[in-house]
């Protein structure tokens, strides 16, 4: 057996759920056989225990860090790989400050980072962020031709960009005939922290679900939750669908809650219902009918519009009525899904970067000569300087029940005052 001490090592940073599975996945994917250190950036929306173990990979160790500590761990500095699979922000506070700490050092490890799932947001923004990473992994040749344009656009090697795919792309293919042969025909609908945000919309589209059970006794309808109430998430969650859930009467028996693994979850899905969750790419990579709803509209603030001419935009009424959306397989093909092997070439430029010998200094975009004004307040959010040093991070704000209670009120005179004291003054100035 391989020394433990002697064998290859790549360091994960995530931040939330979502990400770690990210991460993780693509840290296998790219090095299959590299002991794997994960770090876990604290914050409110860092995974809970179940949510590091559903996705099924086990870190040789583990531990919360805040950007400061990934920039002193030792561990980091020997690695081979390092895989940052944190918000934008937090990518560039990263290569800020190990640009500074490793620029006399002629061993570093390779740094690799990538979107978590469909980029259909903040494009610009988020790219212009990880310049300076050696590995940039874009899910599609939709993506990768975006990035490579905003980099050579600016100057930046354009090399780095890198078409691969989302890492959890996989499961068995849809078996048609095992829905009335081995299990009901079952409508999985993906749940979004944020998409729909309304709590009034949240309720409306569980009561959608609700009217279709009813319509459909023979089909079982499932609401997959992403977090429990007590858990963090990627996207802040203002309304669980659990509590909604509890609140809802009249539930038929063939609705119910579902946590776990979405990639488990879709081997006995027939139709993936959802507003705009990456759980419809993994649906139709595995050829399983999807459904991206449009009865909240097609919005680039529900990141549905990222959907337009896929074949699978469709309401609750048309579902209700029997549509089961395909994919178009031209889309598809051209947002990266059914390739056989979209790591090739990831692993090829790892290999030819630790080929050529010494890799070279990290060069973000962003510097401190040329960007302060615009980096100085990024760095210090996430408490590391200019100087890449620690700083004190401004202290969180954060909204007790007292504080909850006195906004609450506070908004309940407002709108009283504007709707009832505000008239009654201008009728009496009017006399």
């Known amino acids: 057996m391989e020394n433990a ?24 994917r790219l090095a299959p056989d590299h002991a794997l250190d994960a770090r876990f950036l604290r914050g409110d929306s860092a995974p809970s225990q ?49 640009s500074l700490r490793w620029a006399d050092r002629t061993r570093r490890p390779i740094v690799v980072t990538g979107y978590v799932g469909v980029a259909y947001e903040n494009q610009v923004d988020g790219t212009m962020l990880r310049i300076g990473s050696d590995v940039v992994l874009a899910n599609s040749a939709h993506d990768a031709d975006l990035f490579r344009e905003v980099y050579a656009g600016v100057g930046a090697d354009p090399g780095a960009i890198v078409e691969s795919a989302l890492p959890y792309l996989d499961g068995a293919p849809w078996d048609p005939a095992a829905a009335g042969r081995d299990r009901p025909f079952t409508v999985c609908f993906a749940v979004q922290p944020s998409v729909p945000a309304g709590r009034g919309d949240r309720l409306s589209l569980l009561r959608r679900l609700r009217h279709h059970a009813l319509l459909h006794p023979d089909r079982e309808v499932l609401v997959k939750l992403r977090n429990r109430p007590d858990e963090g998430v990627t996207h802040v969650e203002r309304h669980s669908y659990q509590k909604l859930f509890e609140e809802l009467p009249d539930r038929p028996a063939n609705l119910s809650l579902r946590y776990g693994d979405m990639g488990e979850i879709l081997d006995r899905t027939d139709l993936l219902v959802t507003v705009s969750s990456t759980a419809a790419m993994e649906a139709v990579h595995r050829g399983i009918p999807a459904a ?98 620690r700083v004190r991070a401004p202290e969180p704000a954060t909204v007790g029940p007292v504080r909850r209670l006195v906004v609450r009120g506070a908004g309940g005179l407002y709108r009283m005052g504007r709707r009832r004291v505000a008239p009654a003054i201008r009728r009496l100035a009017r006399g």
Not at 7 to 27: E, I
Not at 53 to 68: F, K, L, N, Q, Y
């Open 292 to 389: 991206i709803i449009t009865d909240y509209g097609i919005r680039e603030a529900h990141g549905n519009h990222f959907f337009v001419g896929s074949g699978l935009l469709a309401s609750f009424t048309d579902l209700d009525s029997g549509l089961v959306p395909k994919a178009d397989p031209d889309w598809a093909a051209r947002h990266g899904l059914g390739r056989t092997d979209p790591w090739e070439e990831a692993r090829a430029r790892i290999a030819r970067l630790r080929a050529a010998g010494p890799l070279p200094p990290l060069r973000p975009h962003y510097t401190a000569e040329h960007h302060a004004p615009y980096l100085e307040p990024l760095l210090r959010r996430r408490g590391v300087g200019l100087d890449g040093e």
């Open 5 to 28: 001490g002697t064998r290859q090592r790549v360091v994960v940073l995530a931040d939330s759920d979502s990400r770690w599975k990210w991460a993780a996945l693509t840290a296998r």
């Open 50 to 98: 179940r949510q590091i173990s559903e996705v099924g990979i086990v870190p040789d160790t583990s531990r919360s860090v805040d950007c400061a500590d990934l920039l002193e761990d030792p561990a980091c500095a020997e690695a081979d790989l390092l895989v940052l699979g944190v918000t934008g922000g937090s990518v560039m506070t990263v290569l800020h400050g190990l």
